[in-house]
T-cell receptor, first 112, second 113 residues
């Protein structure tokens, strides 16, 4: 089975940097994904890591340490529109298929 | 390029009735996934299609749920008969191949009364 933990909520200031952590325990690990979800909308893919290290995509970066079962999402130059739920998900290969197992999400509130 | 589309966006039915949800994946995406989120819980995997074949249906809750993908294009998820605990948001996602990120639709919000 899988167990994924991330903080329930965080608050940060516009223009600042915020780091959202995610820890996981899994079998058949095949990548860790970060999604952003605004209320009532689709989860939107942000970034993913298969190998250890940092992946940078504009204002968003994601880091992975497979030995520690740990990832983080870094958001820079925060904007009000970044207020959303951020979902950490582990991809597990299962026989012929693969599936994502999600954490409960971190609700980020960006304030002035 | 159109994203993953789901229909209907909302459905309200009574316990014991039947409901069918539809998902149109991104054109050319062979991999199609169904997930659902019940109130207060995390998004959970239901099943994975590659073209018309079910690769993994380990997440399907019980035999009241039937997913099909005839022809390997759009997919349907039928719940028959619906029970109160089936209420939640049903998401569909697709990917070009299994190593690529999954792209999600807006979901169908299902309410069982």
């Amino acid at each position: 089975g899988q167990n994924i933990d991330q903080p329930t909520e965080m608050t940060a200031t516009e223009g600042a940097i915020v780091q959202i952590n995610c820890t996981y325990q899994t079998s058949g690990f095949n990548g860790l994904f970060w999604y952003q979800q605004h209320a009532g909308e689709a989860p939107t893919f942000l970034s993913y890591n298969v190998l250890d290290g940092l992946e940078e995509k504009g204002r968003f970066s994601s880091f992975l340490s497979r030995s520690k079962g740990y990832s983080y999402l870094l958001l820079k130059e925060l904007q009000m529109k970044d207020s959303a739920s951020y979902l950490c998900a582990v991809r597990e290969v299962t026989g012929g298929g693969n599936k994502l197992t999600f954490g409960t999400g971190t609700q980020l509130k960006v304030e002035l | 390029e159109a994203g993953v589309t789901q229909f209907p966006s909302h459905s309200v039915i009574e316990k014991g009735q039947t409901v069918t949800l539809r998902c149109d994946p991104i054109s050319g995406h062979d991999n199609l996934y169904w997930y659902r989120r019940v109130m207060g819980k995390e998004i959970k995997f239901l099943l994975h299609f590659v073209k018309e074949s079910k690769q993994d249906e380990s997440g399907m809750p019980n035999n009241r749920f039937l997913a099909e993908r005839t022809g390997g294009t759009y997919s349907t998820l039928k719940v028959q008969p619906a029970e109160l605990e089936d209420s939640g948001v049903y998401f569909c996602a697709s990917s070009q191949d299994r190593d690529q990120p999954q792209h999600f639709g807006d979901g169908t919000r299902l309410s069982i009364l």
